[in-house]
Each structure stands twice: as C-alpha cells, then as structure tokens.
C-alpha cells in the first residue's frame, strides 16, 4: 500500500525552525485532508496541524497556533509543517497522515488512515 512519505526532521535548540515534508507519490492527494501529529515517549500521537488539499481549510492543535505553519503544494504533490519558535515540549515523531474527503474532526487520529513512518524532532533547551 501506497503510503505518505515524510523528511525533514532533526534536531535544533529552543527557538530554532524545521520544515517537515510530506510527499503523496504514486496517488493523488487532491480533495484530501493531510494531517500531521506528533507522538512523544509515553504519550499519546496528537493532532498538530490538517489541511484540505481541496479547499485549503486550516486546523491548527492550540500548542502550535501562530508558531506552525501548514502549507501544501499541489505541483509537488506535497504538504509541508513549517515549525517555528520551537520549544523542548516539540520534541516527538511527527507522522504525516491521509484522510478522506470528508473528516469531521480533523486533528484526530482515527479519522486518518494512511501513515508515514515518521520523522524524529528534537528540540533542546
């Protein structure tokens, strides 16, 4: 199975930026939505940011709102998480997911069903 693709991540001190990336190739991922969570030791994976490729309708988790950026580019067939003013509490696996067309809570995980691997930040103090 087809599967999102994520790069990107690393390891930057408190304050610092990142750009994940996530790429859809093989299939289309127009009129989609695309969501990125993260998942820290001993948590549970949360909703970060969504985006409907259709439409460009924008979900951001509290934590995140006026520090992250989601963004897409149809050309690429790509989404990308723009993260900024990073802090320690940011360090985690971040997942880029593929949802339906329709998803009526879009930061929450069950709502998706195709995953990438992940891609490791880390954030020092």
């Known amino acids: 199975q087809v599967q999102p693709v994520e790069s990107g991540g690393g390891s930057v001190q408190a304050g610092g930026s990142l750009r994940l990336s996530c790429s859809a190739s093989?299939?289309?991922?127009?009129?989609?939505?695309m969501g990125w969570f993260r998942q820290a030791p001993g948590k549970e994976r949360e909703g970060v940011a969504a985006?409907?490729?259709?439409?460009?309708?924008?979900y951001y988790a509290d934590s995140v709102k006026g520090r992250f950026t989601i963004f897409q580019d149809n050309a690429k067939n790509a989404v990308y998480l723009q993260m900024n003013s990073l802090k320690p509490e940011d360090t985690g696996m971040y997942y880029c997911?593929?949802?339906?067309?329709?998803?009526?809570?879009?930061?929450?995980?069950?709502?998706?069903?195709?995953w990438g691997q992940g891609t490791q930040v880390t954030v020092s103090s």
């Open positions: 985006i409907y490729t259709g439409g460009g309708s924008i």
């Open positions: 093989g299939y289309p991922y127009n009129n989609k939505y």
């Open positions: 997911a593929e949802g339906g067309s329709w998803i009526g809570r879009p930061l929450d995980r069950y709502q998706y069903t195709r």
